[in-house]
């Protein structure tokens, strides 16, 4: 479904949209560029103390290309992770995990030093000629990323580190799948030094500008998600500036992953087009919204972690946790691989360490009544509830059916109906 999607976005009215887009990416990148040289410094600190910046200045990019020896062309995925560790989303990251930190990572869900961090971020390849030592040039679709200096070189125990990050080394689990039959035989550790970003239809802002759009001094509280936002993804983030934990002021970042997840999913830049005009549908001044390239590993409670620290280099305070976050289901027989509040439960736990505190999502459930309210105020009050499945959804869109306003925005109907019907 998702390589239908992605050649159907290739439309005349996906083109036209793209090009508006280009030109709303020029201004936002000009609008960024004002607010990140003001950013202002009371916001919480990243992980580790200080935010990474590894993009070399622009007058030593072409020694620093030229010292390659040797070439990796990066999958989508790779691309996702060379672009954080540029830009500092992984912080204190400055490159590739060796083969002690991955180890490290993989059984105790730690650096080598202590730090805590959810899962390992590794490069793969299968060139056996890459020697430690060398430099190699990461590339991407033709666009020089960085230059990695090899310190290690390792084959990882990859059934270990689908056991231990992802529960299960079952083949059923889009990770184990991933990381099994996706990844090349090595993994090449080491420090990373960018030459540029990948080019992208849509923005990634980096750390430092988001953080140069929040307010200073006020909690910032995370939504993340990967899927078109409806209109109960909008009740919970929005509610959840009410938390008895947040203060006042606070604004919610919208941050959406818009790097590949799993392969029924609605392509990234779909699900950018949805956000965009969502955006300028609600124009809520307490919501900010950022994309993320990040690829998502559907990793259960180790990928919450992952998740937060990412969030908290971004500047972000708390981060909403909902039910079965990351989670998977078995590709066979349908059952899933996580408990439905593992990731809440695991991420409370670490929060106090990470410095950030989590806001679990409310059960929220749509009323003839009294329209949106919690599910334990729907059932002690005996409101009547609606509901439409996923399922149901995705036929009706197909179909040209009407979609209740309750359920969806009118501007992200139709958005995807435009791109799965052109």
């Known amino acids: 479904m998702a390589q239908q999607l992605a050649t159907r ?6 083109q036209a949209r793209s090009r508006g887009i280009v030109r709303k990416t020029k201004q936002f990148a000009r609008n960024v560029k ?9 916001l919480t600190p990243p992980h580790g103390g200080k935010l990474v910046d590894l993009m070399v200045a622009e007058d030593k990019k072409e020694a620093v290309r030229a010292s390659a020896t040797k070439t990796v062309a990066l999958s989508d995925r790779n691309a996702c992770d060379v672009e954080l560790l540029v830009v500092g989303g992984f912080s204190p990251l400055e490159g590739f995990l060796n083969e002690e930190d991955y180890n490290s990572v993989v059984e105790t869900m730690r650096l080598t030093n202590g730090t805590i ?12 000629s890459i020697e430690v030592g060398d430099k190699v040039l990461l590339s991407y679709e033709g666009q020089d990323l960085a230059v990695l200096t090899v310190d290690s070189k ?23 799948q991933m990381i099994s039959m996706e990844r090349g035989k090595y993994y090449i550790g080491g420090k990373v030094e960018g030459l540029g970003l990948p080019k992208r239809v849509f923005p990634c802002a980096t ?47 919208v941050h959406p992953t818009c790097g590949p997840t799993q392969d029924d999913d609605i392509p990234g830049i779909v699900r950018y087009h949805t956000y965009e005009v969502l955006k300028e549908e609600v124009d809520n001044p307490q919501v900010r919204w950022a994309y993320l390239p990040y690829s998502m590993h559907m990793a259960g409670p180790r990928e919450a972690i992952q998740h937060m620290i990412i969030r908290k280099n971004y500047g972000c305070t708390h981060f ?5 976050m990351a989670g998977s289901k078995s590709c066979l027989s349908g059952e899933d691989f996580y408990g439905a509040y593992d990731a809440q439960d695991f991420a409370k736990e670490h929060a106090p360490e990470l410095g950030m505190q989590t806001v679990p999502s409310l059960n ?12 334990d105020v729907a059932k002690a009050e005996n409101l ?27 501007s992200v109907v139709k958005v995807l109906r435009e791109e799965t019907t052109n």
């Open 9 to 14: 976005v290739r439309t005349t009215s996906a």
């Open 34 to 42: 004002v607010m990140a040289s003001a950013a202002p410094s009371a």
């Open 117 to 128: 961090l959810g899962l390992p971020v590794v490069l793969d390849t299968d060139d056996e």
């Open 154 to 176: 390792y084959k990882p125990n990859k059934p270990l580190e689908a056991l231990k990050c992802y529960g299960t080394s079952s083949l059923e689990h889009p990770g184990v």
């Open 207 to 253: 750390p430092k500008e988001v953080r140069a759009m929040l307010p200073e001094g006020k909690d910032v509280v995370a939504f993340q998600c990967r899927n078109p936002i409806h209109r109960a993804h909008y009740e919970l983030f929005t509610r959840a500036l009410g938390a008895e934990n947040v203060g006042e002021g606070a604004v919610c970042l």
């Open 320 to 324: 909403i946790i909902g039910r079965d």
């Open 364 to 375: 929220i459930a749509y009323t003839k009544e009294k329209g949106y309210v919690t599910a």
């Open 384 to 410: 009547t509830t609606l509901s439409l499945s996923g399922t149901k959804f995705r036929k009706m869109l197909r179909s040209g059916e009407e979609i209740p306003d309750w359920f969806a925005f009118k």
